[in-house]
Each structure stands twice: as structure tokens, then as C-alpha cells.
């Protein structure tokens, strides 16, 4: 069987085609591989998604085209679809423009990026992942939020420059000459994608006539990675769209706190602050009440159970615990939920050093708890709980 004829070689701009069906074999899941004697959709391959699409029969009907992989040891691309095609049918493939374009402009401002990091910091482009919802570039060394902003820059100045993105496979000996990125050892014909001023590189996927087609390039993630970084842009409508996204946050900000964009942050910071002050009053409200709620209990028990709200959090419930234990010899727990649902505990043992495990395999067995803890403390959830019926078990210990 012939390699398929690979159009988006030819032409990364034709958005329609005729073929015919070569073979079509039944794939995984209810699904069958179409593949043609030519295409242009570009498949899955080099860390960027695969084209989408359809191919209608000479009948009208439409087979919808939900993925394109290529076989590297045939040279064959295959087309997903739902359905079987005959043998010998011809097709009319027509790609999904609006997917393939914004794959073009994602992948070309990631060629004009990570050729500013190689020449600028030395840094090799370690990986690359372009999906529907993100691009990600990983590089072999560390860049600071101030290099990202530099880079940013000068990525949208050679978009704004309109330059020519030449795409070309340059024959052996002139291949020898040329200088390019590459993340792997490359044999046979290579695929060069030239920037002119800011990348050379080996590489398989559509790209954008001029830089100008990016339209904006925006920085919207980074991180340590593997001891290097790893970048998350967004170009052209998926840029537009992110900013837009911000924008509406920042509105809606605004209106919320009754100020301009210019004073947001430090509204924000004023009520982060004023909600901390909060949060500390509250506790040490909660300390005091605690602390009278517990001098009212009987110092001669020596087991104490208290059922509280679910209001109640942790750092409460465990100090709670911990005062218990010092006048109680005992078992001293809390259980803290509202009406049967999502419970939490903490149960501690006293100064007589009353073993937990008895109380676990209770909580366990009888409530289907799930928890775990030490000699001195256990905690925990229980998702259905009768307190009632709880009381009555422990009192029984």
C-alpha cells in the first residue's frame, strides 16, 4: 500500500479535498480507520492535536472525522470516523478551518518563543504539547517572571513585523549546512521551518503564512518543571479570549467592591486583611467559649462525648480534645455534623491510657467510619451517622 499524498505539505491553506478510499478497517471502541489516497488533515503527531472534520460520500452522506493518526512505519494517515466507508468510494474532505488555524497560530508563536529562549538563554525546548484547550512548552533551564516578560514582548514585536514563515524540506547536502532545533536525531527528509531572525527548526505541523496571522501571543502560566520551566501561552483567538475572560473577572470586581480597576488589588488586600482579623477575633471567641463550655462538665466522668455542629472546625475539635483529656481519664472525643450526614471526629485517651482500638473497630464495623490515627488519637469521618445510637454503643465500651 502507497504512503498517503500529505496536501497540508503542498499547501498548509487547503481546506477542502478529493480522495478515495483505500481501505477502511474496523479500530477500537465502535470506531473505524479510514485511510486515503491523499489528505489534508494532519494527524496527531510532534505534540500538537490532529485535525478534525468530515468526508462525504459521492451519495451526500457525511462522516464525521473526530481524529487523524499516521502509521510511522507505513506512511498511511488514518481517519476516525463512526462509521464505515466502502473501498474504491471517492470522498470530498472538507477540515474543521477554525481548529486547523488555531493550531497554526499556537504552533507558530511557540516557534518564534522558544527560538527567542534557545538564542537568547541557551535553553533547549525539552517538550511541547499543543491541545484544544492549551499549550505548554517545557525548557531545560530556569526563566524568572521578568525574562517571560521580555520574551512576551519580543514575540508580539515579530508577530506586529508580518514576517514570512518559510516551510521547506532542504535536500541532504544543503540540510547539512543549515543550523536548526531539533528535540530528536532526524533521518530522511526533514521539514525545516524558518523564522527568519528569531527561529530555525525541524518541524512536521502546518504554520501561518506570515507572523502577522498570530495576531497576539499572551504568557498565561509558568512554573518550575523538571528543573527548568514550563510556559503556557495562548495565541490569537484563544489569546483574545483569555483576556477577554480577565477582563470580565476585573468588571465584575469592580462592581463587586464599588471602585476602579486601578484600586482593585488593594480593595482585595483590604478585605483579605479585614477577613483575617475576623478569622482571629472568631477563634479567640471560640477558645473562650470553649473553654467555659468545658469547666462545666463534670471533672468525676471518665469517659466524655460532646456531639457539636459542623461549624466546628478542626483546629477547634482538636484542642477541645486535648483539654478533655487532661481532666478526664478517659475517652474524650468530639463528633461534629448536622442532622445524619458527613460527621467528623477526633477521640483522644486520658491520663488512665484507655486503649483506642476498641472505640476504632466500633466507629468501624457499626458505622463504616473512615480514619485512622495513633496510641494517643484517632480522627475521622462517618458519612450516615444516628448520634443516638453512637452514644449508646460508646457507653457500653
Known sequence: MNNTIELYYKSAYIKEFDAKVISCLE???????????????????????????????????????????????????????????????AVHGCIDWNHRFSNMQQHTGEHIFSGIVHS?????????????????????????????????????KAIWANIEVICEFPDADRLATIDYRSKKELSGDVRIVTIPGY???????????????????KVVGLQNYKGGVRVNILCGQRALEYVNSQQNIIKELVNIFTTSEGKIVDSVKKLSDENSNSKQKLAEAMDE?????????????EDVFLIKPSTYDGNTMRKMVNELSKTHGGY?????????????????????????????????????????GNAKMIQGSIEKLDVQELLKKLEQL
Open 289 to 301: 467559649l470553649v473553654g467555659y463550655e468545658l469547666k462545666e462538665i463534670d471533672s468525676s466522668k
Open 199 to 217: 527561529d530555525v527548526c525541524a518541524c512536521c505541523a502546518p504554520h501561518v503564512l506570515k507572523t502577522g496571522e498570530i495576531g497576539l501571543l
Open 120 to 156: 537568547r538563554f541557551g535553553f533547549e525546548n525539552v517538550g511541547f504539547h499543543l491541545s484544544d484547550s492549551e499549550v505548554t512548552m517545557d525548557y531545560s533551564g530556569v526563566l524568572t517572571e521578568e525574562d517571560i516578560r521580555e520574551i512576551e514582548l519580543e514575540v508580539n
Open 27 to 89: 479500530g477500537k471502541n465502535g470506531k473505524y480507520e479510514v485511510v486515503l489516497d491523499k489528505t489534508a488533515f494532519f494527524p496527531e503527531q510532534g505534540g500538537q492535536s490532529s485535525d478534525i472534520g468530515s468526508l462525504t460520500d459521492e451519495s451526500g452522506k457525511e462522516y464525521k472525522v473526530t481524529h487523524t493518526a499516521i502509521s510511522s512505519s507505513e506512511g498511511l494517515v488514518r481517519h476516525i470516523t463512526d462509521s464505515p466507508i466502502a473501498e474504491g468510494c
Open 332 to 372: 474524650c472525643g468530639i463528633f461534629a455534623g448536622d442532622g445524619v450526614d458527613n460527621y467528623r471526629y477526633i477521640i483522644s485517651t486520658g491520663c488512665i491510657g484507655k486503649e483506642l482500638k476498641a472505640i476504632q473497630d466500633l466507629l468501624g464495623n457499626e458505622f463504616a467510619a473512615r480514619g485512622g
